[in-house]
Each structure stands twice: as structure tokens, then as C-alpha cells.
């Protein structure tokens, strides 16, 4: 199987969706799971970024405690190595940080937003486990083995 396989079969097998929508020049990704009918399994659930990380975090962890979950992430840059540049906030770095470990962390971006030189990485950072890179009517995905789940 390889690699764009695997990630549509964890998509397909996951409980919940976890997405966002879409700021700017951040790719859809509504249109890249719709368009691989992956909305047939589990739930969509769009981040709240009007709460805290904190709060919307444990809402997910009481309604998704024993779930297979994934999480689609934007940001502006990312690198090979799972490091992912936001808006300069940190909502999704204390977000993430509160969550289960094997929930899997998905950075969507544009092939724009790839950078091919390693990214600085704060402690405070959270890697992501694959970028999924949308374009047009394709998509690639690279798995960044930054994490060990």
C-alpha cells in the first residue's frame, strides 16, 4: 500500500474529522475529503477557535475518548520534517499539545506552502505526522515521521 492509500484508508477508518475552515490562501480541505468520499465514515467537526485550545480540546477528548481521530491542521509553511509555521498565535500548538497522542495530526497545504529547507522548530511547536499537499484536481502526501504513534 502506499503511502496516499494509507492515508485515505485512515481517513476512511477514522471516527471523527477534525477541520478547519479555510482562511486565505489555506487549502479547502472539505473539497479534497468530499472529493475522495471520505465523508461516508465518521464525523466532521470543525475547530472552534472562538474558545480556548484548552476548552476545545477537552470537548473533543469527552466526546472522542476511545476514537480513532484525525486531525486536519493548516499553517503557513511546513517542511519535511512535520514542522508547521501558523499565523504566529499558537491556538493549534496548545491545542494539539492537549490532545491523545495517537490521534493523527494532518497539516494541509498548497505545494507553495512546502518549504525544502528544514524549518526552525520551537519547543513549544507540535509537529504534524503527514502533509497533505493539495493542488488543483491532485494531491500528494509526505509522511514526516516527526512523531512516533
Known amino acids: 500500500m502506499n503511502d496516499k492509500e494509507e492515508l485515505l484508508e485512515k481517513l476512511r477508518e477514522a471516527d471523527a474529522i477534525i477541520g478547519y475552515s479555510p482562511m486565505g490562501d489555506e487549502p479547502n480541505p472539505h473539497e479534497f475529503l468530499v472529493k ?14 472562538d474558545i480556548s485550545p484548552h476548552d476545545f480540546a477537552l470537548s473533543l477528548l469527552e466526546a ?5 481521530v484525525c486531525i486536519l491542521i493548516p499553517g ?6 512535520g514542522t508547521r509555521h501558523g499565523r504566529g498565535g499558537g491556538w493549534y500548538d496548545r491545542f494539539l499539545k492537549e490532545l491523545p497522542q495517537d490521534w493523527i495530526r494532518i497539516g494541509v497545504l498548497s505545494p507553495a506552502q512546502l518549504s ?26 509526505i509522511t514526516t515521521n516527526s512523531r512516533k504513534i
Not at 503557513?76 to 520534517?81: G, L, M, N, S
Not at 525544502?116 to 484536481?137: A, F, N, Y
Open 64 to 68: 472522542h475518548a476511545d476514537e480513532k
Open 76 to 81: 503557513r509553511e511546513f517542511d519535511h520534517f
Open 116 to 141: 525544502e529547507e528544514k524549518l526552525s522548530r520551537e519547543p513549544w511547536d507540535e509537529p504534524v505526522d503527514c502533509l497533505l499537499i493539495i493542488e488543483k484536481d491532485d494531491w500528494n502526501i
Open 36 to 49: 475522495n468520499k471520505i465523508f461516508n465514515s465518521g464525523r466532521s467537526i470543525l475547530a472552534d477557535k
